[in-house]
Nanobody, 124 residues
Framework: VQLQASGGGLVQPGGSLRLSCAAS????????SGWFRQAPGKEREFVAT????????TYADSVRGRFTISRDGAKKTMYLQMNSLKPEDTAVYYC??????????????????WGQGTQVTVSS
């Protein structure tokens, strides 16, 4: 599975962005996926994950209630809708897939395919 993330940019605090991650390859259909982020000088951290059918989701405490992860199997694309953005959400956001694994995970070592990252900057 190859992943291409897009949708990042500069947004003011309180604003919204929607990240997309387009996948190639049939394995996406049977794979759980997730979003992670990495701020300068910090380790990569979990943001959200979704199972292969798109019916089970888990969020980091820091984003729960503000971010929504989803996937469209027909388009082979996953999304991260980010609302009420805060300056501390500033980071490079990465999408990832657990190839042929049905359950999502918050552990980045459980993922074997990663997108290239898209920068999100929240600033006034």
């Amino acid at each position: 599975v190859q992943l291409q993330a897009s949708g990042g940019g500069l947004v003011q605090p309180g604003g919204s962005l929607r990240l997309s991650c387009a996948a190639s390859g049939r394995a996406f259909d049977n794979s759980a996926s997730g979003w992670f982020r990495q701020a300068p000088g910090k380790e990569r951290e979990f943001v959200a994950t979704i199972n292969w059918r798109g019916v089970s989701t888990t969020y980091a405490d820091s984003v729960r209630g503000r971010f929504t992860i989803s996937r469209d199997g027909a388009k082979k694309t996953m999304y991260l809708q980010m609302n009420s953005l805060k300056p501390e959400d500033t980071a490079v956001y990465y999408c990832a897939v657990r190839t042929n694994r049905y359950s999502g995970s918050s552990d980045p070592t459980d993922y074997d395919n990663w997108g290239q990252g898209t920068q999100v900057t929240v600033s006034s």
